[in-house]
């Protein structure tokens, strides 16, 4: 009789530990139905997180990774409308950079058109190309931007001699410093010093960097090379006028010109380029704004 007792008061805590775990079960099954609920009728642009009614690990586990997703996904949609924004403002700076030379052109062709003059004739057809060389600048800029900025771009680096690559760069200029009465400085503490770079490349960046050196610049530039652990920079300063119009932290955005060159020549690309290219190196680029001048500092992987 004792056994039977037994026997039944264990099969009685039997049938209820399987009715506690069904019940459990239960209420996680609904708990996962109402997550999945919430999910498919959440807003696109919601950031609310996903709350727990029913207690578990297992459930503990999978809102956590679901909130941290969702997360990620609002993330996601703010740097999109950022990016969105960027653009849109993007494209009103290269519209009245490309209207402005071409109205100007527009207007001295219409000139030409009129007078009777033969050298007035010419001076207006002289001026209107003039203004249609700067909106070439310009498209020049965004064919060059847009290879640079092709996500699919990949660059074959190798060994490459940093000096003979600047030194090529410098000479190239030589008329505009010489007309200038400008003579840069080099300060280089390992001339046979290599970086890991693709040497068209470089060359595009460092013939950018010296271009923006002698376009904004209001003194000779001082170069220096240095070595830094497994990584070489490549610094150019020059003096700047009107440096309070530089905003150093927005150098390497596509369009940006200070307020102060917003009139000059140039696309706003040169270095949105340099940016562009360096990543595709492994390099980086800062600018620094410091001393009465600025300072646009470049690095690469050492060879």
């Avoid at 931007?145 to 190798?158: C, G, I, M, Q, R």
Wanted: proline share 3%.
């Amino acid at each position: 009789m004792t056994a039977d007792v037994g026997s039944l008061a264990l099969i009685a805590g039997l049938v209820a530990a399987l009715l506690i775990a069904l019940v459990v079960m239960v209420r996680r099954d609904r708990e996962l139905v109402r997550i999945a609920e919430e999910l498919d009728l959440r807003a696109p642009d919601s950031n609310a997180r996903i709350a727990l009614e029913v207690r578990s690990a297992g459930l503990e586990g999978l809102v956590r990774a679901l909130n941290r997703e969702l997360d990620r996904e609002r993330d996601r949609r703010i740097a999109d409308r950022a990016a969105q924004a960027s653009f849109q403002q993007d494209l009103a700076s290269l519209s009245h950079d490309i209207r402005t030379p071409l109205a100007g052109a527009q207007g001295y062709l219409q000139l030409a058109q009129r007078t009777a003059e033969q050298a007035e004739r010419e001076r207006y057809t002289e001026a209107a190309v003039e203004r249609l060389s700067s909106m070439r600048t310009l498209v020049d800029g965004l064919f060059e931007y847009a290879k640079a900025a092709d996500p699919a771009l990949a660059l074959n680096v190798e060994p490459v001699a940093l000096l003979p690559v600047l030194s090529d760069v410098l000479v190239s200029f030589y008329p505009q410093f010489t007309a200038r009465g400008w003579e840069p400085s080099i300060v280089c503490e390992d001339e046979d010093v290599q970086v890991l770079a693709e040497t068209s490349s470089l060359t595009r960046v460092l013939t950018n960097l010296v271009n923006n050196a002698l376009r904004y610049g209001a003194g000779a530039p001082s170069i220096e090379i240095a070595s830094m652990g497994g990584r070489v920079s490549l610094s150019i300063s020059n003096p700047v006028e009107q440096l309070d119009a530089i905003d150093a932290g927005r150098l390497f955005d596509r369009f940006y010109k200070s307020d102060a060159a917003r009139t000059g020549e140039g696309s706003g690309l040169g270095l949105a380029i340099v940016a562009r290219l360096l990543d595709a190196m492994g390099g980086e680029a800062h600018g620094e704004v410091a001393d009465g001048g600025l300072t646009v500092r470049i690095s690469l992987p050492r060879a």
